[in-house]
């Protein structure tokens, strides 16, 4: 399903009107309970309270039971007194954005590994927000804060199989570099970054590994 096509069928229904006005105003702490989810972290929902209508929720529980019941919120089955766990198994889809940032897709197109990635995000029916990572190139506050907000070690950003970054000797440079000298080598050219870069809320990925994608972004 494309971006736009989505995005029409889901603003379009009773129920955009009525739940994107509460996630925008953190109803009850709505919108940081969905943040925490988008991220990966833990939350808990009373499902027990929610009476099948939007037109009489009363917290946010109701709100995360109504986008269970419309499969915007993935679930584990574990149960305790009546107490829904939403945990791994439990994160918010990707490809619910009401209210929050879209996800940035960095890709070089005619990189077999990019197009690749763009297929697989495609088929998972994922919204992102695509950009050509040359022609529009990280910039260094871009680069500084998507390492500061990650958990991935600064090489993990350099292209190191590219050709620039053989020719420019930096295996051997970068040790002697310090991370603000880095971060700045990586924003005069796109061909040095790896490719492609996935940007979230708390979640940075470079290169394209399907089995660490399934796991971060389904």
């Known amino acids: 399903?494309?971006?736009?096509?989505?995005?029409?069928?889901?603003?379009?229904?009773?129920?955009?009107?009525?739940?994107?006005?509460?996630i925008n105003m953190d109803f009850d702490g709505l919108k940081t309970a969905i943040i925490e989810m988008v991220s990966g972290a833990s939350v808990e929902v009373d499902v027990g309270?929610?009476?099948?209508?939007?037109?009489?929720?009363?917290?946010?529980?109701?709100?995360l039971t109504y986008l269970i019941h419309m499969g915007f919120i993935k679930c584990s089955s574990g149960k305790c007194?009546?107490?829904?766990?939403?945990?791994?198994?439990?994160?918010?889809?990707?490809?619910?954005?009401?209210?929050?940032?879209?996800m940035l897709f960095l890709y070089y197109p005619k990189c077999s590994t990019c197009q690749k990635a763009k297929k697989w995000l495609?088929?998972?029916?994922?919204?992102?927000?695509?950009?050509h990572i040359?022609?529009?190139?990280?910039?260094?506050?871009?680069?500084?804060q998507w390492y500061e907000k990650g958990d991935l070690p600064l090489k993990k950003f350099f292209n190191t199989?590219?050709?620039?970054?053989?020719?420019?000797?930096?295996?051997?440079?970068l040790?002697?570099?310090?991370?603000?000298?880095?971060?700045?080598?990586?924003?005069?050219?796109g061909m040095l970054v790896k490719r492609p870069l996935i940007v979230?809320?708390?979640l940075v990925l470079t290169g394209f590994k399907e089995k660490e994608w399934t796991e971060k972004l389904l």
């Open 134 to 144: 040359v022609e529009e190139n990280p910039t260094y506050e871009e680069l500084k």
């Open 122 to 131: 495609d088929a998972n029916h994922i919204s992102y927000e695509e950009r």
């Open 161 to 173: 199989s590219g050709m620039l970054y053989k020719e420019q000797k930096l295996k051997d440079k």
């Open 200 to 202: 979230k809320e708390n």
């Open 81 to 102: 007194g009546g107490i829904l766990a939403a945990g791994k198994e439990a994160k918010i889809s990707k490809n619910y954005y009401g209210g929050i940032e879209k």
């Open 49 to 63: 309270s929610f009476q099948n209508d939007v037109e009489n929720i009363v917290n946010k529980d109701d709100v």
């Open 175 to 189: 040790p002697g570099m310090s991370e603000e000298e880095q971060l700045r080598l990586l924003a005069t050219n």
């Open 1 to 22: 399903m494309a971006d736009e096509s989505f995005q029409s069928y889901w603003s379009g229904t009773a129920s955009y009107d009525s739940i994107v006005p509460l």
